[in-house]
């Protein structure tokens, strides 16, 4: 790798542009080496002034080009799908603005494609994750002095809506920030989705359904609740109240430089989300950079991205039909190779290799099943099995009731298919010789803790 990772930029809209400023005024340790947009001129404008940078009208072009390491993705939704593929066919790292992919067939092809790598290579733009507010939240409920969190009430407003916004669109793009808030701060994945449509506002355009209420349902029995209004008029306002069964704690009401002045008392309110969330896009791409200078991927990943979408698609079926909607998630998820921050799961080093004690197996990018009891990012909650993944020399573990383990782990470069229904469970549906069924004659020894569990 070079000293600058060289990233091609593909688009050049409203965020693709704020992008290229920061990759090159404010992110140290890349550069801009190419950008791709369908309309060169605007591609050329986002790139005035910065030097060594190739201009594209094909994105593929600009994957291609001279210097290109990394690729960041700004493109509209519906492009992602063939440019994250194109990406992966060149082993390159992304960093992909939301939505991954808006429908989620799509994302799920973005996942199996990523697991057929054998590693992980893209990072999606859920840049809340990297806001200082939400950060603290994250901590605050990870640390349990809250006690166990019962609901999230959100607020997501805009000035007004771009054109051609869609009262579909308040879900799929506008609500799927507080989606991937809610799995990400809960540690669970949500499993229903209930809009509610009061009457529109008149300052909304003809047609558009705003604002709406959209009710979340998590599950292990936590509510989310997001009013969203996206031509409010008045400002750029995003909130959030966590309430646990020992207090509360509120996001989103920090205030900016206070003026006094004439006899009257004054602050500059946000009128987007560019500056609102400067500092998160900043933290976001600074650590993606990062990361990847140091050959690894972190933050949210492509099976965030496809639940937030599948979750998304639930809301906008939700909204048409004035129902509550369950949520159709595919029955497994990749396994990473260490666990992601907040994950509530036990590690333990493993044993050093030794004459006739092998190391245990390296599991690069694997698939748990999920059919009997899921394991979700806040770590598993079966109540039949225990699971183990190793990874760089850490065993993680995730100990239920019964000792008998029923999980199928896979290190396969191919991995068993994601596809909804596919059957995990069954060993003949994917037996090969790097796929193997972790059996009690295979499964490593339970803690003396667990041990003692099972006798009682």
């Avoid at 400023?21 to 801009?32: E, Y």
């Avoid at 300052?203 to 349902?217: K, T, Y």
């Avoid at 006094?260 to 008392?265: C, M, N, Y």
């Amino acid at each position: 790798m070079s000293e600058l990772l060289g990233v091609a930029v593909l688009g050049a809209g409203h965020m693709g542009a704020d992008h290229i400023r920061r990759l090159d005024r404010v992110v140290s340790g890349a550069r801009v080496a190419a950008v791709a947009d369908p309309d060169a001129e605007r591609a050329e404008e986002a790139v005035a002034g910065i030097d060594g940078v190739t201009v594209h009208t094909d994105a593929e072009a600009a994957l291609d080009a001279p210097g290109v390491e990394a690729v960041l993705i700004a493109s509209p939704g519906e492009a992602h799908e063939a440019a994250l593929l194109a990406a992966f066919d060149r082993g390159l790292p992304v960093l992909c603005e939301k939505p991954m992919v808006p429908d989620p067939a799509g994302a799920l092809r973005v996942v199996e494609a990523e697991a057929r790598l054998g590693r992980r290579l893209a990072q999606i733009g859920f840049m809340r994750r990297f806001d200082a507010e939400y950060r603290q939240l994250k901590a605050l409920l990870d640390g349990g002095r809250l006690g166990r969190p019962l609901m999230l009430h959100c607020v997501h407003r805009n000035v007004s809506s771009p054109p051609r916004f869609t009262s579909a669109m308040l879900i799929d793009s506008s609500v799927s920030h507080e989606i991937d808030a809610a799995r990400w701060l809960l540690g669970q994945e949500l499993t229903a989705v209930t809009v509610l449509r009061p009457a529109p506002s008149s300052g909304a355009p003809e047609g558009l359904l705003d604002p709406q209420f959209v009710l979340l349902e998590a599950e292990r029995g936590a509510l989310v609740d997001v009013e969203v209004f996206v031509n409010c008029g008045f400002a750029y306002e995003v909130r959030c109240e966590a309430v646990c069964e020992a207090g509360s704690a509120r996001i989103g009401d920090a205030r900016s430089t206070v003026v006094t002045a004439a006899g009257r008392r004054s602050e500059e309110v946000p009128q987007d989300y560019v500056v609102r969330f400067a500092d998160a896009y900043d933290r976001q791409v600074r650590a993606w950079v990062d990361a990847t200078r140091r050959g690894r991927v972190t933050g949210p990943s492509a099976w965030d991205g496809y639940a937030a979408s599948a979750v998304a698609a639930a809301g906008v079926r939700a909204l048409e039909s004035g129902a509550r909607t369950p949520v159709a998630l595919a029955r497994a998820r990749p396994c990473t190779p260490t666990p992601e921050p907040g994950l509530r799961t036990r590690a333990r080093r493993t044993p050093e290799r030794s004459p006739g004690n092998a190391a245990p197996p390296q599991v690069p990018y694997g698939f748990y099943d999920l059919t009997a009891g899921r394991t979700t990012p806040s770590g598993c909650r079966s109540r039949s099995a225990e699971t183990m993944a190793y990874a760089d020399g850490i065993a993680v573990s995730c100990v239920a009731k019964s000792l008998t383990p029923r999980r199928e782990l896979c290190n396969s470069r191919n991995g068993p298919s994601l596809s909804p229904g596919s059957a995990l469970a069954e060993p003949s549906a994917h037996r090969s010789a790097s796929c193997r069924p972790i059996s009690p004659r295979t499964a490593p020894p339970p803690s003396r803790r667990a041990a003692a569990r099972s006798r009682r």
